[in-house]
């Protein structure tokens, strides 16, 4: 061997004052630990993307899908026709490509905890947390790209933001921090699950309805009274909603609670998705030791 | 931390899953600097152990110090100074052997240059330099392996945790990998190896442990064990039965138990600790006392043998063998 890496603790005993590297500092050096780790992570699953260039096609074109099939076959059978339509359904069609990254997400982290390499991260002197702050990390930015994507795709077909640049930052920050939300669920999926085989057997059946139940496509005032009551509930809504007021799009309408208070449920939504899933994806992940 | 100070020491663990014990009462201390075999058959608890050991795994009852780190207490102490390779190899199999590397080294905590420079170094020492920027799950098994004791080594740890390192290797990657663990023993690391095969501990481990049923049952060097095993068997076949006697006379000089006799097929046999020096000794022997040897025959103990003598019960999952090995003497 060349030369021989040693880590601190080698050198200090564990009777002496110094403790290892890993464990040493304050609150502060900790959290400064914990993030550069999860900036590693975060660098090892973009890493993933890069080398498997077919997923990236995957990635950009089904949101592209979602504006033009949506876009184009449903906007010419609805009342609000062409453009109108397309303007109305942009903000459903960033939240609901948020919403599929979840399956991403899930698959992501069953594929981490089913394989071997679980063992050695845990077996490492990092942070633990940095497995779900990598995985974070690499899905919000993987969010950025497909919102940018949206946003080019969605001016090309006649969606603009009408309130200024400083709101329509605001619409996507609220449909970002549902992302993050919904990075907590799909966490946890991805713990529960088996396999990384069965996540899209779960994720999909959950997603579809999902967004299909929500004013993504249709007015919650236009469907029969229980579903719209349903519709305008789903956590999606709220989100949507807030990001068509804050653009400037159509649609805001709709005179139930959840339609008027659609700001603040978009944010009370993502924080109480969060608050549940959590710690229940923290118990789970702490259970890898049992 | 002392040299005195024991590497690696295991005090009553216990370890249930559902009804099934999987350590019941686990006893372990590996002195600084040497290697220890945890030999046994698969479900013996010789994977629980070093899970446990490594921090992975929450135990029922016991005490367990790494490095002198208590592994509950301390665990991110303990992760500082260790090192884990698997029966499956533990790497990223989307990013190349290079990036693994250097995703582990900086997760040690290394800048990036170092980092970079420390998975060079290993990718030459471990053979893969040519298949630095082929992705780890296009790599054959013996190369995957190689680069999961590699990742073990980013820092040198002061224990290596090995988990039957070798199976389902060919003898070429195995030999390597053996000659990796030596050189680091050399350099001052602590290792404790499982394993199901009793030629890798005899190979590597200074002292053996033999786990069954989640305890160890027997604990010795390797020539202590087989020993106690009942080491390798010589068998020979005179000629003449009148000369059995003197042939028995013989051969008790070279034996290390015992010499059994049987009339009938006109057989001597009994246990040798270095089995071609006394088959050399006692046929020169026999051959000086002009004693006519008819058939000479040495055969080893297997494993399941092994584990008959320590245990009195064949491990589970192991075929009975009947059949002698390397029999020259029908028996």
Not at chain 2, 24 to 33: H, I, M, N, Q, R
């Amino acid at each position: 061997m060349t030369s021989t890496l040693r880590s601190p603790s080698r050198m200090s005993g564990a009777d002496s004052a110094v403790r290892p590297d890993s464990a040493s500092g304050g609150a502060l050096a900790r959290f400064r630990r914990a993030l550069a780790d999860g900036w590693v992570m975060t660098g090892r699953n973009m890493s993933h993307v890069i080398r498997s260039p077919e997923e990236i096609v995957i990635y950009f074109s089904l949101p592209i899908m979602f504006v033009l099939v949506f876009g184009y076959v449903f906007g010419s059978g609805m009342a609000v026709s062409g453009s109108g339509y397309r303007e109305y359904l942009l903000p459903g069609v960033f939240v609901m490509t948020m919403l599929y990254g979840l399956g991403a997400t899930a698959s992501g982290i069953a594929m981490d905890v089913s394989r071997g390499v679980v063992d050695r991260f845990r077996s490492m002197p990092m942070a633990r947390s940095a497995l779900v702050v990598g995985r974070t990390g690499a899905d919000l930015l993987r969010a950025l790209l497909e919102m940018a994507t949206l946003v080019v795709c969605g001016l090309l077909v006649g969606w603009q933001w009408r309130n200024g640049l400083g709101s329509a930052l605001g619409a996507v920050g609220l449909i970002l921090l549902l992302r993050i939300a919904l990075t907590w669920v799909g966490i946890f999926l991805g713990l529960v699950v088996p396999n990384p085989d069965t996540v899209g057997v779960i994720v999909f059946p959950l997603a579809f309805p999902l967004s299909a139940l929500s004013n993504v496509f249709v007015s919650p005032d236009l469907m029969p009274q229980w579903l719209g009551t349903i519709a305008a509930w789903n956590p999606l809504s709220a989100t949507v909603a807030a990001a068509r007021e804050l653009f400037g799009n159509p649609g805001t309408g709709g005179d139930s609670w959840p339609a008027e208070h659609s700001l603040v449920l978009a944010i009370a939504w993502p924080v109480l998705l969060i608050a549940v899933f959590a710690p229940l994806a923290v118990r789970r992940y702490q259970r890898l030791s049992r | 931390m002392t040299t005195d100070t024991p590497a690696v020491v295991a005090e009553g663990l216990h370890k249930r899953y559902g009804t099934t014990r999987a350590l019941d009462g686990f006893d372990l201390t590996v002195p600084a600097g040497t290697v220890c075999g945890l030999l046994g058959p698969n479900g013996a608890g010789k994977t629980t152990a070093v899970r446990i050991l490594s921090t992975l795994l929450r135990f029922d009852a016991g005490r367990a110090r790494v490095a002198g780190y208590d592994v509950t207490r301390q665990p991110e102490q303990v992760r500082g100074v260790i090192g884990l390779t698997g029966q499956y190899a533990a790497v990223d199999e989307v990013l190349s052997g290079r990036q693994n590397l250097i995703l582990f080294g900086r997760l040690h905590h290394l800048p990036v240059r170092a980092a970079r420079r420390r998975a060079d170094e290993l990718l030459a020492q471990f053979g893969l330099t040519d298949a630095a920027g082929k992705s780890a799950g296009e790599y054959s098994g013996g190369m995957r392996r190689r680069l999961d004791l590699a990742a073990s080594l980013i820092m040198t740890p002061r224990v290596l945790f090995l988990d039957e390192p070798t199976t389902g290797l060919d003898p070429r990657s195995r030999n390597q990998l053996w000659t990796a663990v030596r050189r680091l023993v050399a350099d001052g690391t602590t290792v404790l190896l499982s394993t199901q095969y009793l030629e890798e501990a005899d190979q590597l481990a200074d002292r053996i442990l033999v786990v069954d049923a989640g305890r160890v049952v027997a604990e010795g060097t390797s020539a202590e064990l087989k020993a106690r095993i009942g080491a390798d068997r010589i068998e020979v076949v005179v000629r003449d039965a009148a000369e059995l006697g003197a042939a028995a006379a013989v051969v008790e000089r070279f034996a290390a138990g015992p010499v059994e006799v049987d009339v009938e097929i006109r057989q001597l046999g009994a246990p040798v600790v270095e089995r071609v020096a006394a088959l050399g000794d006692i046929m020169r022997a026999l051959s000086d006392a002009a004693i006519a040897v008819e058939d000479v025959g040495l055969r080893r103990p297997t494993l399941d043998e092994a584990f008959l003598h320590l245990t009195g019960q064949r491990p589970a999952g192991v075929p009975s063998a009947d059949q002698p090995a390397g029999a020259g003497v029908a028996a």
